[in-house]
Every structure is written in C-alpha cells, then in structure tokens.
C-alpha cells in the first residue's frame, strides 16, 4: 500500500465488461462517399471528435455510456485532428458548420439533425434516426 492509498483510501475497482461500440473509423474521402450512399438504406451517425478538447472527451464517455446497441444505425468515428479535411468535406458537403464535439445523423443524403458539446449527452439517439 503507497502512502498515498494510506492517506486517501484504496479504491475498489470493480470487473466490468466495457462495451465497446461498433465504431467504423472514418478515415477517408471514399469512405465519406459510402456514408453518403449508404445513409439510403439506412441511417448514419458521425460523432465528430476533437482529441485534445476535455470537453470533447466527456461527452464521448457520456455518449459511449448511453448508447443503445440495438439502434439500427452505421456508427462513424472522425479524429478531427487526423483528418481534418474529411470534417471540412463533411461540413462542405452536408452544409452544416463544424463544430466538436458534434454529431450528426445522415438519412437519404442528407444532414437530418445534428447537435453538439454538451447536447449530444443529452440527446436519446433513437428519436433522431
């Protein structure tokens, strides 16, 4: 036990399966093209991250924490620092300024709702898609 456990207290870390969310890495303008063409058969969501926001970071615990993974959705994942120009092709194309944290749902080629920070903690997915 360190001297820090002994001042502050150990804490118990309990074993629990962390759930991963079936993420598709949006990396590429091709992919960006499949989104789109794919949003036709059924609806998808681009959550928008910035990795060195705290904020941007808290909602994506909260979002992960939340999520439904029954949902019938595509779920993306854009690094707005890896790949900044797909968000700029993504607020070109779909004609929604960027923001980040932000997400955005895609049906039939187009943005049909978007939100972003603290909102999208807030936001019950399944009313959107």
Known sequence: MGIFDSVFGR???TETQDTKLPWIFLESMEQLETLEADSNERPQVV???SSTCGISSMVLKMFNGSYD???DCDLY???IQAHRDL???IADKFGVRHESPQLLVVKNGEVTFHTSHGAIADLDLKDHL
């Open 69 to 71: 993974p029954a949902l």
């Open 77 to 79: 994942f854009l690094t």
């Open 87 to 89: 968000s700029n092709a």
């Open 47 to 49: 959550f928008k991250h």
């Open 11 to 13: 804490k118990q870390h």
